[in-house]
């Protein structure tokens, strides 16, 4: 079976119309079919569109950042963070060194323990995606053996970890 690498802008709001998220003004997003590069729901809403059209994809939260789940907030002391510096609710990093850590976010800061919330920033959310498809052409065997879209060079302009 072919599949296909979709090349697309896309302005992201929740479902009061709030901006989240946009590629517009940046580089476009390309993803490998079936890969799972984007949430699931996305992926649905999109497939079979062709290059040009412009549509909105409504995607319910658990086909895109899944339901929030509250025991994914926990109670942490400060001294045992790799974090400098003053630490407020609504900041966010890297639950550890590698790259792919969670992020966690502060929800709030009570003497010296944190609550820290592990829930992906979008858990939880109906998200409304506008999107533009630029591009869509099949995928090289290359792209189907490393599971992700390749940029104008091949493998080597992206930070995939397969560079060979
Ligand atoms: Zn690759």
Known sequence: MSRNVVTFHYTLRDTAGQVL??????????????????????????????????AKVGVPAAKAYGERDET??????????????????GDQFRAGEDAFAPIVTVRGVEGDELLLDA????????????IE??????????????????????????DCGCKS
């Open 133 to 158: 498809v630029l591009a869509v052409r099949a995928a090289t065997n290359e792209e189907c053996e490393h599971g992700h879209a390749h940029g104008g060079g091949g493998c080597g302009n992206h």
């Open 21 to 54: 998220d946009a590629s517009i003004g940046g580089e476009p997003i390309s993803f490998l079919e079936g890969s799972g590069q984007i949430v699931e729901g996305l992926e649905e809403g999109m497939r079979g569109l062709a290059a040009g059209v412009k």
């Open 72 to 89: 994914q907030v926990q109670r942490v002391l400060k001294s045992l963070l790799p974090v400098e510096g003053e630490i407020k609710p």
């Open 119 to 130: 829930n992906h920033p979008l858990a939880g959310l109906d998200l409304e995606f506008e």
